[in-house]
Nanobody, 121 residues
Framework: QVQLVESGGGLVQPGGSLRLSCAAS????????MGWYRQAPGKQRELVAR???????TYAISVKGRFTISRDNAKNTVYLQMNSLKPEDTDVYYC???????????????WGQGTQVTVSS
């Protein structure tokens, strides 16, 4: 069984910073891509940032230059440093990992439970 546990969300003023973390644990053989999506009520989940095992990154245009994604492969953990936050960044943020488990030997996407980020004065 695989778990992705997120932390670091909360309330911050416009212009402030937050750092999200997401650790994958369980019967994991290998982890490839990891990343973050976000979703507002009634809207589709959208990609925020993604990072490959080798460190190649992809960002949504709306966060480029403000957010930085990184990972620690030894800990199966992905981070999202969010700077210069804006009210429109308010959403529930979900981490995901594409990984292979020892029992299935297949690649699947796994998701965290979501963490609320609220940017407001």
């Amino acid at each position: 069984q695989v778990q992705l546990v997120e932390s670091g969300g909360g309330l911050v003023q416009p212009g402030g910073s937050l750092r999200l973390s997401c650790a994958a644990s369980g019967n994991i053989l290998s982890v490839s891509d990891m990343g973050w999506y976000r979703q507002a009520p009634g809207k589709q989940r959208e990609l925020v940032a993604r990072i490959t095992r080798g460190g190649s990154t992809t960002y949504a245009i709306s966060v480029k230059g403000r957010f930085t994604i990184s990972r620690d492969n030894a800990k199966n953990t992905v981070y999202l440093q969010m700077n210069s936050l804006k009210p429109e960044d308010t959403d529930v943020y979900y981490c995901y990992a594409n990984l292979v488990t020892h029992d299935t030997l297949r690649s699947n996407d796994y998701w965290g439970q979501g963490t609320q980020v609220t940017v407001s004065s």
